[in-house]
């Protein structure tokens, strides 16, 4: 054991010091050095402390199919990773180099600071060799952003010297990936393998809530990437080949590859998380959404006119004793809410216009009794007590051209042309076989709000398209009218920025629903509409066996939180701005929200400022929750320890 005492009378004043003279000196040091401890931040505090945005720059080649960079299609995996970004609440900027070149604007701000903390790179090289992948390199090594790249896309030089791996080819296999290094923040406590068939809703399918098929799932051959390492530790493997791997530029830079099939690997949840967790650790800490055991549930075709003209969907519109029993004592007991899909706008053959729904009492042709008056009455009461939420599924639900052939529809007898149901689609024309025109359907979005207003006091924020008839010209696109119009979502996210184009079935298996990344959305059974819950309403209440354990919100939360603004505040410590508009962020006014904050490595409680009043956070596996005081504007969240 080493002399201290001798030690210390060696580099102090006065050598030959007796030995308690060298005690009272240890005492003094120790007691300074434990009050300097205190005073010096954590060393987990490092990477929040890098200075780094959270904004991603997600760079792509040509798979955006609109020349305008507005519309995303959802034919590739851009629509899922810039879904999966919006709904994670991590914001990201696009470049495509089928038209943009890289060049240092690119990836600097104003100040010529990084404007990005990450790069996640999905662009093929290849395809794209006339770049300058020099700048790439410097944004990484010189500027210190974190790069994550996917799947096969990193055979250049460049990519595979900052990855650390050397790109050898895609090939098939049936074999599964697998954590080589399971306590790795990126994987641990992930399934093994980690692309393993776990979608939450097939539960839901094998006891009957859903009709759907995940055959979609068990495919045997997958595509793999075959890749060398070079430098990169490896910390997921299929067979000898790794498919996951991390290389530290410097420390606190990044350079994470995540291999897989690109068309596939998104399906996985274990990948997903992988894939968030990358973009955590390259900037060094996020604030994002995890919608885990949440759901929304909706019912279509309130004040809709199709109910009373149409021979195969015929049947009365519900009263206000109906949905004061069939609908808000059950959502009641279960302290649910149940979005509304609602049409305010009735066809009135007579007078051959548009009325207001819900002032329509009188005997259909068929002899049975409509009273929107009373459906009106229940929504009314539905609202009062919390439980329904009102959104758009457009004015009418009946097509805008009533007049011209295969018609006219107006006197059309009901077994006649009234029976055909392509006379019932609001926003596309099948009757005829090609779009509704802008002009038009902007009309029929903006009555549709408007009369929502006069009739609930409400502004509509998600768009649901009636029967699922939409245009799809560029001139008429019906995602991106809508986008225009103010909607924040059609089965996926529509703002100023981008419209995702929604898949327009919300079981669609390339979607997320129902996982940590989506909400479950889903249509109350039998059918999803008020036509079923006349027929079947026993089939309602069971519903929520299926979902004990979730969370219920509404589209109008839902929306708030896609639209959320995150930023990074100037300044050495960690402090972020999260600001709510006051139109898509409504919500927010009056209600609080909720944040998921990582910080990675982190395991202890942390005290985090919210808007002036200091809370002591608890943070396990680097995760923390943060709640955020009610109103619109800015919120700023700071970690003080």
């Keep these: 054991m080493p002399d201290v005492c001798g030690s210390l009378i060696r580099i102090l004043p006065g050598e030959n010091a007796p030995q308690d003279r060298c005690l009272v000196k240890l ?41 305008a960079s507005f519309m995303i299609g959802t034919n590739n995996e851009l629509h899922e990773i810039a879904s999966l970004l919006k709904n994670w609440g991590i914001p990201f900027d696009i470049v495509r180099l089928d038209q943009q070149r890289l060049d240092r604007n690119t990836f600097l701000d104003y100040d010529g600071k990084p404007r990005y903390g990450a790069i996640l790179w999905d662009a093929d090289p290849v395809a794209f060799a006339n770049q300058n992948y020099t700048i790439l390199a410097d944004a990484v090594e010189k500027w210190n952003i974190s790069l994550i ?3 096969s896309r990193i055979n250049h030089p460049v990519l595979e010297s900052l990855l650390g791996v050397h790109y050898i080819g895609y090939y098939d296999s049936s074999q599964p990936i697998i954590p080589t290094a399971p306590q790795d923040y990126l994987v641990k406590g992930l399934p093994n393998p980690l692309d393993t068939n776990d979608d939450p809703r097939v539960p839901m399918v094998k006891k009957g809530i859903w ?24 910390l997921a493997t299929q067979a000898d080949s790794a498919q996951i791997t991390r290389r ?19 399906h996985y949840q274990a990948l997903r998380t992988v894939l968030r967790r990358a973009l955590t650790e390259a900037v060094g800490y996020q604030l994002s959404k ?7 549930i909706e019912m279509d075709d309130q004040g809709s006119a199709q109910n009373t003209w149409a021979e195969s969907w015929h049947y009365p519109t519900l009263t206000q004793q109906q949905i004061e029993t069939l609908l808000i004592g059950p959502l009641e007991k279960h302290h649910a809410i149940l979005v509304l899909h609602i049409c305010p706008g009735f066809v009135d053959q007579k007078l051959h216009a548009i009325v207001p729904s819900f002032q329509q009492v009188f005997t259909d042709e068929f002899g049975t009794k409509q009273d929107y008056v009373s459906t009106k009455r229940g929504i009314d009461e539905g609202l009062k007590r919390g439980v329904f939420e009102i959104q758009s599924h457009g004015w009418t639900h009946i097509a805008p051209d009533l007049d011209s052939p295969p018609g006219p529809w107006w006197d059309a007898p009901l077994r006649g042309e009234k029976a055909n149901i392509c006379w019932y689609r609001e926003y596309g024309d099948p009757c005829r076989g090609k779009d509704t025109p802008a002009a038009i359907q902007r009309v029929h979005f903006e009555r549709s709000t408007e009369w929502i207003r006069k009739e609930f006091g409400v502004t509509p924020l998600e768009f649901d398209i009636p029967g699922d008839g939409f245009s799809v010209l560029p001139a008429n696109n019906t995602t991106l009218l809508a986008a225009q119009e103010g909607f924040g979502y059609l089965k996926d996210y529509l703002g100023p920025d981008m419209a995702i184009g929604g898949t327009y079935n919300s079981d669609s298996p390339c979607g997320f629903n129902g996982t940590q990344d989506a909400p479950l959305e889903i249509s109350i059974p039998p059918d999803g509409h008020d036509r079923g819950l006349t027929r079947h309403p026993e089939q309602f209440p069971p519903m929520f066996e299926y979902l004990q354990g979730r969370r219920y ?6 929306i708030a939180y896609l639209h959320a603004h995150v930023s990074r505040q100037e300044g050495d410590r960690l402090a972020l701005v999260v600001e709510y508009d006051d139109h898509y962020c409504a919500y927010f006014r009056d209600h609080a929200s909720e944040w998921r904050l990582e910080i ?4 202890t409680a942390l005290r985090v400022d919210v808007d002036g009043k200091t809370l002591e956070v608890a943070f396990q596996d680097g995760v923390g929750s943060v709640n955020v005081p009610k109103g619109i504007g800015k919120h700023v969240i700071s970690v003080l320890q």
């Design 211 to 234: 009709d759907i098929s995940f055959t979609w799932q068990f495919g045997l051959a997958k595509k793999r990437v075959w890749v060398e390492t070079r430098g990169a530790q490896v």
């Design 553 to 558: 919100l509404g589209m109008n939360e839902y």
């Design 248 to 266: 530290e530029v410097h420390p606190g830079t990044e350079a994470i590859w995540i291999g897989g099939d690109y068309l596939n690997v998104l």
């Design 27 to 67: 005492r003094s040091m120790l007691f300074i050095g434990a009050f300097i401890t205190l005073l010096i931040p954590p060393l987990w505090a490092a990477p929040a402390l890098s200075g780094r945005p959270p904004r991603v720059l997600l760079v792509i080649g040509d798979q955006w199919d609109d020349p």
């Design 149 to 151: 790249a996917l799947s």
């Design 600 to 603: 990675p490595g982190v395991n």
């Design 290 to 296: 995890d919608w885990t055991q949440t759901v929304i």
